[in-house]
């Protein structure tokens, strides 16, 4: 493992391996700020912090932010791998023991710009998971391209959370089963301008799939293209949830069936 010069102006943390069960570089409890970060390498052993170990189940090739303030600047991560969820990062949902108790806390996460690129995840999340109520994600520019999953290659906004993305990217991201791109699951996303094409899927959503009575989801001033499904070439909007999109440019989506819009 090299890291240079943790809480200063310059990091950097390099990448090799996957991320299983034991397999991660560590996990975030206290404010912290990372500039210019290149990737993440997993240590085999538990992620602790003060005394507190993570048990995340295979989850975050890269980092797991457990319960704090987090500011990631110019961060990239590339080639990282879990065996469960999110390949480069998992932000909350983790639990630990501190004092004989069981503990859970909510995190809030600034990324400024920085790349995703070349990570698996074997289940959901091939570049970024947002999961644990509470948990708040603020995305300013960005690139998510060429990460693969089962679900959701770039971004997995899951159950309670929230989360915001300001421009950037969403490219050429690929799973087997739905959600090229984005896949949003009883949570509140709103995403502002950018780019979002050639995500692909072997079943529905090749950029996105909203899911669950509770999501709402709003798009402005985005454009959707090239992105492609055996099912709903660019969205699907599946159990009710609530799509809001407001001068979006959809165009040369495709799909066999479900429309490719």
């Given at each position: 493992v090299?890291?240079?010069?943790?809480?200063?102006?310059?990091v950097v943390i390099i990448s090799f391996g996957s991320g299983g069960a034991n397999f991660k570089i560590f996990s975030i409890y206290s404010s912290i700020t990372f500039f210019t970060t290149r990737s993440a390498i997993p240590m085999k052993k538990a992620a602790k912090e003060n005394g507190k170990e993570v048990k995340s189940g295979g989850s975050a090739g890269g980092i797991h932010i457990a319960g704090s303030t987090v500011n990631l600047r110019g961060t990239s991560f590339y080639?990282?791998?879990?065996?469960?969820?999110?390949?480069?990062?998992?932000?909350?949902?983790?639990t630990y023991t501190e004092n004989g108790v069981s503990r859970r806390a909510t995190v809030r996460v600034n990324v400024y710009g920085g790349t995703f690129s070349g990570n698996v995840a074997q289940n959901a999340a091939g570049g970024m998971l947002i999961q644990s109520e509470g948990t708040v994600v603020n995305m300013y520019g960005g690139t998510f391209t060429n990460n693969t999953a089962k679900n959701a290659g770039g971004i997995y906004v899951s159950t309670k959370t929230k989360f915001t993305m300001t421009g950037g990217a969403v490219v050429n991201n690929k799973t087997t089963a739905?959600?090229?791109?984005?896949?949003?699951l009883n949570a509140t996303a709103t995403i502002t301008g950018g780019q979002f094409y050639g995500n692909t899927t072997d079943a529905s959503g090749g950029l996105?799939?909203?899911?669950?009575?509770?999501?709402?989801?709003?798009?402005?001033?985005?454009?959707?293209?090239?992105n492609k499904a055996k099912t709903h070439g660019a969205i699907y909007n599946q159990g009710k949830a609530t799509l809001i999109a407001n001068n979006c440019d959809f165009y040369d989506n495709t799909a066999g069936t479900g429309g490719n819009g």
């Amino acid at each position: 493992v090299i890291v240079l010069a943790v809480n200063a102006v310059n990091v950097v943390i390099i990448s090799f391996g996957s991320g299983g069960a034991n397999f991660k570089i560590f996990s975030i409890y206290s404010s912290i700020t990372f500039f210019t970060t290149r990737s993440a390498i997993p240590m085999k052993k538990a992620a602790k912090e003060n005394g507190k170990e993570v048990k995340s189940g295979g989850s975050a090739g890269g980092i797991h932010i457990a319960g704090s303030t987090v500011n990631l600047r110019g961060t990239s991560f590339y080639g990282n791998k879990a065996d469960g969820n999110g390949g480069a990062i998992v932000m909350g949902m983790a639990t630990y023991t501190e004092n004989g108790v069981s503990r859970r806390a909510t995190v809030r996460v600034n990324v400024y710009g920085g790349t995703f690129s070349g990570n698996v995840a074997q289940n959901a999340a091939g570049g970024m998971l947002i999961q644990s109520e509470g948990t708040v994600v603020n995305m300013y520019g960005g690139t998510f391209t060429n990460n693969t999953a089962k679900n959701a290659g770039g971004i997995y906004v899951s159950t309670k959370t929230k989360f915001t993305m300001t421009g950037g990217a969403v490219v050429n991201n690929k799973t087997t089963a739905s959600a090229g791109g984005i896949y949003v699951l009883n949570a509140t996303a709103t995403i502002t301008g950018g780019q979002f094409y050639g995500n692909t899927t072997d079943a529905s959503g090749g950029l996105m799939v909203t899911s669950g009575i509770t999501t709402v989801v709003r798009m402005e001033n985005l454009k959707i293209h090239d992105n492609k499904a055996k099912t709903h070439g660019a969205i699907y909007n599946q159990g009710k949830a609530t799509l809001i999109a407001n001068n979006c440019d959809f165009y040369d989506n495709t799909a066999g069936t479900g429309g490719n819009g």
